[in-house]
């Protein structure tokens, strides 16, 4: 019973975090440009300095993980960073703050994220080791579930006020957060740390950092598959407004229906991954990605972009929850430095793919969908290659 109010607490936690960046990622643009007055080149420097910030606060912090006596500490923190960053800009709306925020603050508000499935898996490997990964792919869902669910509310709330209500919204999100992380305290099993060394007898030396061949390959190519979902999030908006002169209202509905198909798919992929090998299902999913690309080539209607979300919806299932715990076992014995490689490996995605995007000069964006299609099969073609190395490393 203590375990399963621990699962409740931690899957609560996950959801409103979500819920916060569901709300706030669709209008962050429309307030910084529209409401701001930012250039694009201007807003386009502080969302790639955020992921700067993001991906050195998610080492730093992945790092003190594994050396802290309790990480409850380190994301209660990262908690009361994401209501101080999206409160502030909410209360005070001028260009400034909105830059402070979102340089400074955001990058410890979005280690939320990975920091809890580091807590989370220590938690399992100590408590449940053999539904470990079946559990992870459960919480992972419950992050896709708020993008299902919180949308449309942040749409209303919008229109009803103005975008920079949904910062408000995230902020609330965030002190639930807070209020949920501070019950673990409660739980007397939840406690997962270093322990405490005897002063009197030498403490042992930190595990070898040392990432193994296999998972050198690896971690490139869930970095190019994540570049093609990171693609697929711009083009694939702007294939529905433009190639196929579609409504924002259409984007929202593709958008739904995606996410809902991920939720029960996640949840599937977590029942294989603890039968078949993880490099295994993520070369698989980069392949079905990389055909769905393919197919995208040829679309003439919205209807026909919907039926393909069948096939993307699940190859994205995996690559957004397989890969956290693949990663999470690149560096053996240091599971909150690991977790700060889906972090990182995010933040190499988006570069890619903004690198890509930038290079459209065109007014149609469908052909793009190709470089999408390449760049999942070089992270189905890199998973196995990681496979087969690591297949030759087996004794015997």
């Not at 609330?172 to 740390?193: D, M, Y």
């Not at 958008?255 to 603890?274: D, F, R, T």
Request: glycine share 6%; net charge positive.
């Amino acid at each position: 019973m203590p375990t399963r109010r621990v699962t409740g607490l931690l899957a609560t936690n996950i959801f409103l975090s979500g819920a916060a960046f569901a709300a706030m990622t669709p209008y962050r643009a429309i307030v910084g440009v529209d409401e701001l007055g930012l250039s694009n080149a201007a807003f386009g420097t502080i969302m790639a300095l955020t992921a700067v910030g993001s991906a050195c606060a998610s080492v730093a912090l992945g790092w003190l993980s594994d050396k802290v006596a309790d990480r409850r500490v380190l994301i209660f923190l990262c908690a009361v960073m994401g209501v101080v960053a999206f409160g502030l800009i909410w209360a005070i709306q001028t260009p400034f703050v909105f830059v402070l925020a979102f340089c400074l603050l955001v990058p410890f508000g979005n280690a939320l994220f990975s920091q809890s499935f580091s807590y989370s898996r220590a938690f399992y490997n100590r408590t449940h080791p053999e539904r470990a990964e079946f559990i992870l792919s459960l919480l992972r869902s419950m992050f896709t579930l708020a993008w299902i669910v919180v949308p449309p509310l942040a749409g209303l709330i919008a229109a009803r006020w103005s975008a920079y209500s949904v910062f408000a919204f995230s902020a609330v999100a965030h002190v639930g957060c807070t209020l949920v992380i501070g019950l673990l305290w409660l739980q007397p099993n939840a406690k997962i740390g270093v322990a405490a060394s005897d002063p009197d007898t030498p403490a042992d030396p930190p595990p070898r950092i040392r990432i193994a061949t296999p998972y050198r390959f690896g971690i490139i190519g869930v970095t190019c598959a994540m570049a093609a979902v990171q693609l697929n999030m711009v083009l694939l908006p702007l294939v529905i407004l433009r190639d196929l002169n579609g409504s924002l209202a259409q984007v929202g509905i593709n958008a739904s229906i995606a996410a809902a198909i991920e939720v029960p798919a996640m949840i599937g992929w977590g029942y294989l991954a603890m039968r078949v090998r993880k490099d295994v299902i993520l070369a698989v999913a980069s392949a079905l990605f990389a055909l769905y690309f393919g197919l995208m080539l040829f679309v003439g209607s919205f209807l026909q972009v919907v039926l393909l979300q069948a096939i993307a919806a699940v190859a994205i299932a995996a690559l957004l929850s397989i890969n956290i715990s693949y990663l999470q076992e690149a560096i053996p014995s240091r599971v909150g430095l690991s977790t700060s490689l889906v972090d990182l490996s995010r933040v190499v995605s988006v570069w890619i793919a903004a690198a890509v995007f930038s290079l459209n000069s065109a007014a149609t964006y469908t052909p793009f969908m190709a470089v999408a299609a390449l760049l999942s099969l070089a992270g189905a073609a890199l998973m196995l290659l990681a496979a087969r190395s690591r297949r030759l490393q087996m004794p015997g």
